[in-house]
């Protein structure tokens, strides 16, 4: 057990969005999104598990990139058949573009 610490998750999503493009309102807008959903929960106490689902359910969003970079620790890929699931996953919600 450990007591939330907001700097733990900046300093995460800060390495997960490296040389990514976003602004300091948007990273904020971001870590308010995580953190509002861990407190709709309600709980006294909250999974590392929680909060890890949260950060990649917001950063999926955000930034693709980003979010590979995270999932790739969080989930710990053992291998690169998952990770191409992943990505695959990523590729195919894409919107086509137009010719």
Not at 24 to 51: G, M, N
Request: cysteine-free; glycine content about 2%.
């Amino acid at each position: 057990r450990e007591s939330y610490s907001r700097t733990k998750l900046e300093k995460g999503l800060q390495s997960s969005l490296t040389k990514r493009p976003f602004t300091e309102e948007q990273f904020a807008q971001l870590v308010h999104a995580i953190e509002t959903d861990i407190q709709k929960k309600k709980q006294r106490e909250i999974t590392s598990k929680d909060i890890g689902e949260s950060v990649m359910r917001h950063l999926r969003k955000f930034d693709k990139v980003a979010y590979i970079r995270f999932a790739s620790i969080y989930r710990a890929f053992t291998d690169v058949d998952k990770f191409q699931t992943e990505l695959k996953s990523l590729v195919s919600e894409r919107p086509k573009r137009r010719p």
